[in-house]
Protein backbone atom coordinates (compact mmCIF):
# COMPACT_ATOMS: atom_id res chain seq x y z
CA UNK A 1 0.00 0.00 0.00
CA UNK A 2 1.49 3.30 -1.26
CA UNK A 3 1.10 6.83 0.57
CA UNK A 4 1.96 9.79 -1.92
CA UNK A 5 3.17 12.72 -0.16
CA UNK A 6 5.09 15.89 -0.65
CA UNK A 7 8.14 17.64 0.29
CA UNK A 8 9.25 21.12 -0.57
CA UNK A 9 12.36 23.17 0.38
CA UNK A 10 12.89 26.81 -0.47
CA UNK A 11 16.35 27.61 -1.34
CA UNK A 12 18.00 30.79 -1.76
CA UNK A 13 21.47 31.24 -2.75
CA UNK A 14 23.40 30.16 0.52
CA UNK A 15 20.49 29.46 2.48
CA UNK A 16 16.88 26.95 2.89
CA UNK A 17 14.43 28.30 4.48
CA UNK A 18 13.23 24.91 7.01
CA UNK A 19 10.59 24.25 9.45
CA UNK A 20 9.97 23.04 12.80
CA UNK A 21 7.29 20.33 13.11
CA UNK A 22 4.75 21.52 15.96
CA UNK A 23 2.28 18.56 16.15
CA UNK A 24 2.15 14.97 14.38
CA UNK A 25 4.53 12.86 12.84
CA UNK A 26 7.71 14.11 12.59
CA UNK A 27 6.82 16.77 15.77
CA UNK A 28 10.27 18.27 17.05
CA UNK A 29 12.14 17.90 13.85
CA UNK A 30 13.16 20.83 11.28
CA UNK A 31 12.29 19.54 7.93
CA UNK A 32 10.61 21.10 4.60
CA UNK A 33 7.03 21.54 4.16
CA UNK A 34 4.07 19.27 2.56
CA UNK A 35 1.80 16.67 3.52
CA UNK A 36 -0.77 14.54 2.02
CA UNK A 37 -2.68 15.21 -1.42
CA UNK A 38 -6.24 16.33 -1.14
CA UNK A 39 -8.75 14.43 -4.15
CA UNK A 40 -8.73 15.25 -6.79
CA UNK A 41 -5.23 17.20 -6.70
CA UNK A 42 -1.81 16.91 -8.45
CA UNK A 43 1.54 16.80 -6.62
CA UNK A 44 2.02 19.54 -7.80
CA UNK A 45 -0.73 21.35 -6.77
CA UNK A 46 -0.48 19.55 -3.07
CA UNK A 47 3.12 20.97 -2.84
CA UNK A 48 2.19 24.75 -3.40
CA UNK A 49 -1.27 24.12 -1.12
CA UNK A 50 0.94 22.65 1.78
CA UNK A 51 3.25 25.67 2.03
CA UNK A 52 0.80 28.06 2.15
CA UNK A 53 -0.83 26.07 4.62
CA UNK A 54 2.41 25.61 6.93
CA UNK A 55 4.20 28.78 6.06
CA UNK A 56 2.21 31.16 4.64
CA UNK A 57 3.74 32.05 1.83
CA UNK A 58 2.81 31.41 -1.98
CA UNK A 59 5.46 29.58 -4.25
CA UNK A 60 4.24 29.55 -8.16
CA UNK A 61 6.96 27.45 -9.78
CA UNK A 62 8.32 24.32 -7.93
CA UNK A 63 10.64 22.06 -9.52
CA UNK A 64 11.25 18.26 -8.54
CA UNK A 65 14.12 17.21 -7.40
CA UNK A 66 13.80 13.74 -6.41
CA UNK A 67 11.04 10.57 -5.15
CA UNK A 68 12.17 8.53 -2.03
CA UNK A 69 10.35 5.36 -0.83
CA UNK A 70 9.97 5.44 2.92
CA UNK A 71 9.41 1.88 4.69
CA UNK A 72 9.13 1.43 8.11
CA UNK A 73 9.42 -2.28 10.25
CA UNK A 74 6.82 -4.76 10.30
CA UNK A 75 4.29 -1.64 8.30
CA UNK A 76 2.98 -2.82 4.78
CA UNK A 77 2.79 1.28 4.21
CA UNK A 78 4.76 2.87 1.72
CA UNK A 79 5.14 6.65 1.87
CA UNK A 80 6.26 7.93 -1.94
CA UNK A 81 7.93 11.55 -1.13
CA UNK A 82 7.86 13.47 -3.86
CA UNK A 83 10.60 16.53 -3.02
CA UNK A 84 10.42 20.08 -4.49
CA UNK A 85 12.55 22.54 -4.69
CA UNK A 86 11.40 26.40 -4.88
CA UNK A 87 13.66 29.60 -5.06
CA UNK A 88 11.03 32.12 -5.58
CA UNK A 89 7.96 33.02 -3.36
CA UNK A 90 5.28 35.67 -2.24
CA UNK A 91 5.01 36.57 1.10
CA UNK A 92 6.92 36.52 4.88
CA UNK A 93 7.76 33.07 5.97
CA UNK A 94 5.10 33.32 9.13
CA UNK A 95 4.56 30.24 11.90
CA UNK A 96 0.77 28.63 11.48
CA UNK A 97 -0.34 25.88 13.74
CA UNK A 98 2.13 23.41 11.95
CA UNK A 99 5.66 24.98 11.58
CA UNK A 100 7.46 27.41 12.77
CA UNK A 101 9.98 28.81 9.85
CA UNK A 102 13.47 29.44 9.93
CA UNK A 103 16.44 30.46 7.86
CA UNK A 104 19.51 28.04 7.83
CA UNK A 105 22.78 28.72 6.12
CA UNK A 106 23.47 25.79 4.06
CA UNK A 107 26.79 25.21 6.44
CA UNK A 108 24.84 25.34 9.28
CA UNK A 109 21.49 23.14 8.27
CA UNK A 110 20.80 21.30 11.79
CA UNK A 111 20.82 17.70 10.67
CA UNK A 112 20.65 16.67 14.11
CA UNK A 113 17.69 18.00 14.55
CA UNK A 114 16.09 16.83 11.35
CA UNK A 115 15.31 13.03 10.31
CA UNK A 116 17.83 11.06 9.67
CA UNK A 117 17.60 10.34 5.68
CA UNK A 118 18.18 14.27 5.21
CA UNK A 119 21.56 13.87 5.22
CA UNK A 120 21.55 11.83 2.42
CA UNK A 121 19.30 13.07 0.35
CA UNK A 122 19.68 17.48 1.22
CA UNK A 123 23.10 17.39 -0.13
CA UNK A 124 22.50 15.96 -3.46
CA UNK A 125 19.39 18.31 -3.19
CA UNK A 126 21.25 21.68 -2.41
CA UNK A 127 23.63 20.84 -5.48
CA UNK A 128 20.92 21.03 -7.87
CA UNK A 129 20.84 16.83 -8.56
CA UNK A 130 18.08 14.87 -9.27
CA UNK A 131 17.63 11.57 -7.04
CA UNK A 132 15.14 8.51 -5.96
CA UNK A 133 15.92 6.65 -3.39
CA UNK A 134 14.64 4.19 -0.38
CA UNK A 135 14.67 4.02 3.17
CA UNK A 136 13.67 1.33 5.84
CA UNK A 137 13.31 2.56 9.23
CA UNK A 138 13.26 0.55 13.08
CA UNK A 139 9.55 0.48 14.23
CA UNK A 140 10.79 1.51 17.18
CA UNK A 141 11.19 4.78 17.22
CA UNK A 142 11.45 5.43 13.92
CA UNK A 143 14.41 7.29 13.57
CA UNK A 144 16.66 4.44 13.09
CA UNK A 145 17.73 3.45 9.57
CA UNK A 146 18.25 0.01 8.77
CA UNK A 147 18.25 0.10 5.10
CA UNK A 148 18.80 2.82 2.47
CA UNK A 149 19.89 3.28 -0.54
CA UNK A 150 19.94 6.69 -2.93
CA UNK A 151 20.93 7.28 -6.70
CA UNK A 152 21.42 10.25 -8.97
CA UNK A 153 18.97 10.02 -11.09
CA UNK A 154 18.57 12.02 -14.64
CA UNK A 155 14.77 12.28 -14.55
CA UNK A 156 12.42 11.43 -12.30
Same mark, same amino acid.
Given at each position: M?????????H??N???L /???K????? /?R???????L?? /???????????I????????????????????F???P?I??V?????E??? #??PK???E???????I #?????????????????????????? #??F????A????????????V???
Open positions: KKILTLCVIQGSVL /GMKQGFGA /GWNGFGGKHD /GETIEEAAKREKEEAAIEVSEIEKMGVINFEQNNELEHIFKAKFE #GNETEMKPRWYA #GKIPYDSMWPDDKFWLPLFLENKKFR #GRLFDEDNTHILEHNIAVKNL
